[in-house]
């Protein structure tokens, strides 16, 4: 399933680096995908709970604190996320192009440790 964004937020402080997408939901309006990438505290974590965490807001599950980026794919108007336990493709074609470039400079602070793969296309 394809989301439509309608918007990307980025936030970046000496505890959190996030990127946010907000999606159209029917039910909720709009809802929130989160890239969150915690270093104040990462340093604490277990190996396998350290990198960018992954989570859509009304969608909790079991491990999901697990939920890491692997992969992530960027092209014209679509994104595909992959995590450890789901999978997300975004129409980005409402989003201007700087945004999405202040989007990519985040991300690549974010996988400063090559925890997560960027594929251009």
Known sequence: ????????????DDKDLIVAFAIDD????????ILLRTLFYEELMDENEQGVKVSLEGDAFEREYLNVLK????????????????EYILDT??????????MVELLKKQNYDNRFTIHFA
């Open 93 to 102: 074609s409402k989003i201007e192009g700087s945004a999405i470039q202040e």
């Open 1 to 12: 399933m394809k989301h439509r964004v309608q918007f990307i937020s980025l936030e970046e």
């Open 26 to 33: 029917l039910k909720m309006g709009v809802r929130s995908l």
């Open 71 to 86: 992969s992530i794919r960027i092209e014209e108007d679509e994104i595909e996320i992959k995590s450890l336990f789901r």
